[in-house]
């Protein structure tokens, strides 16, 4: 029955999707016209986006309550089930909801219709036009979600499991009983890492119903921008906390050593997170200066175009990865249809409303590329251009041959060689725009902001290019010595100048741009006192771009300059002692035990080796890495080791045993990684302060400052 109820929920959730549509359109015709009835239309619409939103709840519920109790009767739940035992199986259990493709589209259904619903409540005491077209924009994806999730039986959620596989007992049976979920997805951060992606993606619809609603009412005032930021803001914050945890499962669960390897589905999360950042720092100016009105329409377009592109590379089986979902046709197609009409639907209503939407600022134009109007347009194009060819060489394998790269799987090499010179070029223009004033910037008034900042500077400059040359480059000069693959990775990115350049250069805009981020603060807090929205939004940005300067200075450690060293540890199972220890840099790793345990649920054996780690001769604590073996599929897991110093981390894997029973190992010396990780909190934390931030007493909007008129320098 439980299968039923679960179509049952569908067949509601899309025929309240498809009232909703029709009322709410209705009351548009309506409203124009100025009839008497068109209110009752409109509420009854937005009743029914309430109803939708409740009835795919209920699906999800469902799927949950299958999950948590065992129930098997739902052939998704079989194959997407978790037999952990642990502590943490009520999370992986949960879970289950989004580790496959019918499921996690149920949950991006779901999550459209909360944020529809929310924008119901927060609009039902002064509705607008405005907003009622942009329910009917979000509603209209939302259908496609649910038409495909309901007509496409590759996709249905709720398909009954064949009753051949199902016991007495209830449990399943035959090749049935080796369903189940993906064991490298049983870690905290992969079950967390999804969903927070999921709640980015579907609240970025919001923004994108928003543009399009302001062109189909012809509003071009700050209204719609000032009614989507928060939901830009949040989803933004969202998708920086699911790329981050991401990284943590990638780095401890993966086994590689590293957290970001240009995966085709690490790039999807990536695509919408550059154009996100274009279309904030849009809606600043168009909040503040009343320009980039058109520029802002086609971001928005363009970043939830990106949120569906990142899908499409997903589920669509174009590109290959380990992340990715099995390749299904009819998603291929919705995905691309989506890409395609939000591109269009922005364009022509651009195209449509040319004559009167944006003109009072002429296309965006700025009097002085001196200034900050300047330095946000360059920081927007830098962000779309570098999205814009991540997306086509991440699709390069997929693309005919006669192209660029056409046909050709591109290493993360590739990838570096532009990101880095390209990351470091962006850092420095967010570094310089602080330092900028609104129209055009007055000579001395910048001399005057960049001094201190520039001495604060070049003193942190100072400290770290010691660190630079007493650890960084002796362990670029080790790998190269060394020889190997090592040392040919590093030679495909140029010669040692170059190469060791692009660090020296990229730690001198970190410091910069950390520096000039703290000043701006106090620049703001001093002109501001009264002001406190507009002081707590100045501190969320500067919290946010001293985190991206932490960030870049544990890139350029943790991703140029690893010291890694694979090979063999000897072991004498009769004695059970090992022939040698294994040095790397300053740490050398002395065998000290192994164990072999198996979990509870019977069915997962965990091989650990247990080493003493010395540096320097002296005795820091011991590292337990090991391989996880599930029986039933013969999956393998590596769980990797960790030990954190202020400055690196000292990585184990153990891969497991040779021919010759010797261990096999993977150690590397990550510098500077906490940064990294410390870098996204700060990120995070400024993106909250600025969401949150408030007015003191009484909320007052925001007018645009006239373009003719002086403003302080504020991000």
Same mark, same amino acid.
């Given at each position: 029955m439980l299968p039923f109820f679960g179509l049952i929920g569908l067949l509601v959730a899309f025929a309240a999707i498809i009232i909703s549509l029709a009322c709410l359109g209705v009351a548009h015709v309506g409203c124009q016209k100025k009839a008497s009835w068109w209110e009752t239309f409109e509420w009854g619409g937005r009743v029914a986006v309430v109803v939708g939103a409740l009835a795919l709840t209920f699906c999800c519920a469902l799927l949950v309550y299958c999950f948590m109790s065992g129930d098997n009767t739902i052939e998704y739940v079989a194959h997407s089930r978790s037999d952990d035992t642990s502590s943490m199986a009520w999370l992986y259990k949960l879970a289950g909801l989004w580790a496959g493709r019918e499921g996690s589209l149920l949950f991006w259904a779901w999550l459209i219709g909360v944020f529809n619903a929310i924008v119901v409540f927060a609009t039902r005491k002064a509705s607008r036009p405005l907003d009622d077209a942009a329910i009917v924009v979000a509603q209209l994806v939302l259908a496609a979600f649910v038409g495909v999730l309901l007509f496409s039986e590759s996709n249905m959620p709720f398909t009954a499991t064949d009753p051949s596989y199902i016991g007495e007992d209830g449990q399943l049976t035959g090749m049935a009983s080796m369903w189940g979920m993906n064991t490298l997805l049983e870690h905290w951060a992969m079950a967390i890492h999804p969903p927070t992606l999921f709640i980015g993606y579907a609240g970025l619809t919001i923004p994108f119903a928003y543009a399009i609603a302001a062109l189909i009412v012809d509003d071009d005032s700050s209204a719609w921008v000032k009614t989507s930021t928060p939901y830009v803001m949040f989803s933004w914050l969202l998708l920086s906390a699911g790329i981050g945890l991401g990284s943590v499962w990638a780095y401890v669960v993966l086994g590689w050593g590293g957290y970001w390897g240009w995966d085709p589905v690490e790039n999807a999360s990536l695509l919408p997170w550059l154009v996100g950042v274009a279309l904030i720092h849009s809606f600043t100016v168009y909040r503040k200066r009343g320009a980039f009105k058109r520029w802002s329409v086609f971001c928005a377009c363009l970043t939830f175009s990106f949120v569906i592109l990142g899908t499409f590379i997903t589920r669509s089986g174009l590109v290959e990865s380990v992340h990715a979902f099995e390749g299904d046709p009819v998603s291929l197609?919705?995905?691309?249809? !989506? *890409?395609?009409?939000?591109?269009?639907?922005?364009?022509?209503?651009?195209? *449509?409303?040319?004559?009167?939407?944006?003109?009072?600022?002429e296309g965006d134009d700025f009097d002085s590329m001196a200034s900050k109007e300047a330095a946000y347009y360059i920081n927007n194009l830098i962000m779309i251009v570098f999205a814009v060819l991540l997306a086509y060489m991440t699709l390069s394998s997929a693309l005919p041959s006669f192209l660029p790269f056409g046909g050709q799987a591109l290493t993360a090499g590739t990838y570096n060689a532009i990101a880095r010179p390209l990351g470091i070029l962006y850092c420095l223009l967010i570094a310089v725009c602080s330092l900028l004033g609104w129209g055009k910037t007055d000579p001395a008034t910048l001399r005057k902001n960049a001094l201190v900042p520039a001495i604060c500077a070049v003193a942190l400059f100072a400290v770290l290019m010691f660190y630079f040359v007493t650890t960084l480059y002796p362990a670029y000069e080790a790998t190269m010595a060394a020889g190997g693959t090592g040392a040919m990775t590093l030679a495909e990115y140029g010669p040692s100048w170059y190469y060791n350049g692009l660090a020296v250069v990229g730690l001198a805009v970190a410091s910069l741009l950390f520096f000039n981020a703290v000043f701006m603060v106090v620049r703001v807090a001093s002109k501001m006192k009264k002001n406190a929205r507009a002081l707590l939004s100045a501190l969320g940005g500067g919290i946010a771009h001293t985190g991206m300067a932490v960030v870049l200075v544990g890139l350029i450690g943790s991703s140029m300059y690893v010291t890694e060293v694979a090979g063999y540890m000897p072991y004498d199972e009769a004695t059970d002692t090992a022939g040698k220890t294994f040095v790397v840099d300053d740490y050398e790793l002395v065998y000290a035990d192994n164990t072999i345990e198996m979990a509870e649920n019977g069915d997962d054996i965990m091989y650990t080796v247990i080493f003493d780690v010395y540096k320097d001769g002296e005795f820091i604590e011991q590292v337990e890495p090991a391989v996880q073996l599930v029986q039933t599929t013969q999956q393998q897991k590596l769980v990797a080791d960790v030990i954190s110093f202020a400055t690196e981390d000292l990585f184990v894997v153990y891969r497991g045993v040779n021919?010759?029973?010797?261990?096999? !190992?993977?150690?590397?010396?990550?510098?500077? *990684?906490?940064?990294?990780?410390?870098?996204?909190g700060l990120i995070m934390l400024g993106g909250l302060v600025a969401m949150f931030a408030k007015r003191a007493g009484r909320a007052r909007e925001e007018e645009?400052?006239? !373009?003719?008129?002086?403003?302080?320098?504020?991000?």
């Open positions: 197609v919705l995905f691309l249809a !989506l *890409i395609v009409l939000s591109l269009v639907a922005g364009v022509a209503g651009l195209v *449509i409303r040319r004559k009167t939407f944006g003109v009072a600022t021919a010759e029973g010797a261990f096999a !190992l993977d150690v590397r010396v990550n510098p500077l *990684i906490l940064f990294v990780w410390a870098g996204f645009p400052v006239k !373009l003719a008129e002086p403003a302080a320098a504020e991000a």
